[in-house]
């Protein structure tokens, strides 16, 4: 069965902190993995896209690392802000048939205190 | 730019009756994409339109569904009958190009069935 994880589910930090969120998937064959970002009560909005082939990708304070090999990932956010504060979900593609159907973990929900 | 946007942005109905979601995606995204996030649960895929065709719903849970996407442009994504399991937020996306390009999300439908 394809599926993501992420950990923690939750997290507590202050800010001006580092930290780190893990993803784990299974899914397979694999297309690309995504970061989002997702504020309440919005839709999720892209953080950052990397293919089998990259390792690593940067948007601003925010990293994504990829590991196929162990399929795994991070995203990690340097010097947090307030504005960090959201829910980060990770999504992994398959590819079926030739369309591209992504797998959504269940988000890790970070709180950034001053 | 307008985003996607959808309508409404809740909706509280009783089981049994019928509810028409809408979805207008970003003026010439091609690619339109309708998710739902029940209770607790990951984001999951429901279907996928280019242009005016379906060109996958593997995701969608019944015939209880229908989706449509008139000329190409807004789509609708109609329940009947609701069931109490058809709760949840309901988002749509768009994307320019294919479903490995950036996709932007609505803020979400939360539909609550009673």
């Known amino acids: 069965k394809n599926q993501v994880e992420q950990s923690p589910q939750s997290l507590i930090i202050l800010e001006g902190k580092n930290c780190t969120l893990q993803?784990?998937?299974?899914?397979?064959?694999?297309?690309?993995l995504r970061w989002y970002k997702q504020d309440t009560g919005r839709g999720p909005v892209s953080l950052t896209i990397m293919t089998f082939s990259e390792n690593t990708k940067s948007n601003g304070r925010y990293t994504a690392t990829l590991d196929a090999d162990t399929k795994q990932s991070s995203l990690h956010i340097t010097a947090s802000q307030l504005s960090d504060s959201a829910s980060y979900i990770c999504v992994v593609s398959l590819v079926s048939g030739g369309s591209y159907i992504p797998t959504f973990g269940r988000g890790t929900s970070l709180i950034v205190h001053p | 730019e307008a985003g996607v946007t959808q309508f409404p942005s809740h909706s509280v109905i009783e089981k049994g009756q019928t509810v028409t979601l809408r979805c207008d995606p970003i003026?010439?995204?091609?690619?339109l994409y309708w998710y739902r996030r029940v209770m607790g649960k990951e984001i999951k895929f429901l279907l996928h339109?280019?242009?005016?065709?379906?060109?996958?719903e593997s995701g969608m849970p019944n015939n209880r569904f229908l989706a449509e996407r008139t000329g190409g442009t807004y789509s609708t994504l109609k329940v009947q009958p609701a069931e109490l399991e058809d709760s949840g937020v309901y988002f749509c996306?768009?994307?320019?190009?294919?479903?490995?390009?950036?996709?932007?999300f609505g803020p979400g439908t939360r539909l609550t069935v009673l």
């Open positions: 996306a768009s994307s320019q190009g294919s479903m490995k390009d950036e996709q932007f």
């Open positions: 339109f280019v242009k005016e065709s379906k060109q996958d």
């Open positions: 003026s010439g995204h091609d690619n």
């Open positions: 993803c784990n998937y299974t899914v397979s064959p694999f297309s690309n």
